[in-house]
């Protein structure tokens, strides 16, 4: 794709980037899940102490592609980088962008020191672990995912 550009997300990317993440919600069967707003993703991104970041993947100035991550640390593995969400948008999946932003991540994990890359993908999304398979990602059966909501 020559008119593709990955680059790094700008604040005024965040809209577009809030409506990949509800077409994958969409797509996961959960978007009455996505409680997140723009202005919180905007300042948890762009603001004082952003605490999110990510690649997008870009053609003819659309975004049509994401890779949110954030900083991760295990207290047995170090400083890790966690891939929050992998998004290409349904009209541009199968065309290789998916595995060029994961590719892109993997060298700003690697340059800025982080020793692994962690994330999670839906027990059913077969062509999601298929792709991961293909990276020779190690898939955990043991732990289980927990969390709280306030």
Not at 120 to 131: C, G, K, R, T
Request: some cysteine; charged content about 30%.
């Amino acid at each position: 794709m020559e008119n593709l550009v990955i680059r790094e997300a700008r604040k005024e990317d965040c809209s577009r980037i809030l409506e990949l993440i509800k077409e994958l919600a969409l797509y996961e069967k959960a978007p009455e899940q996505v409680t997140v707003t723009l202005a919180e993703m905007e300042e948890c991104g762009f603001g004082d102490k952003p605490v999110w970041g990510s690649l997008v993947a870009e053609i003819d100035n659309e975004i049509v592609g994401i890779a949110l991550h954030y900083d991760r640390y295990s207290t047995w593995k170090g400083r890790r980088l966690y891939l929050e969400d992998l998004i290409v948008t349904e009209k541009m999946r199968g065309t290789g962008i998916g595995k060029l932003l994961l590719d892109e991540l993997i060298v700003y994990a690697k340059e800025n020191k982080y020793n692994g890359m962690v994330w999670q993908v839906l027990d059913w999304n077969e062509p999601a672990i298929n792709f991961y398979k293909k990276y020779k990602a190690d898939f955990d059966s043991e732990w289980i995912n927990v969390s709280v909501n306030f």
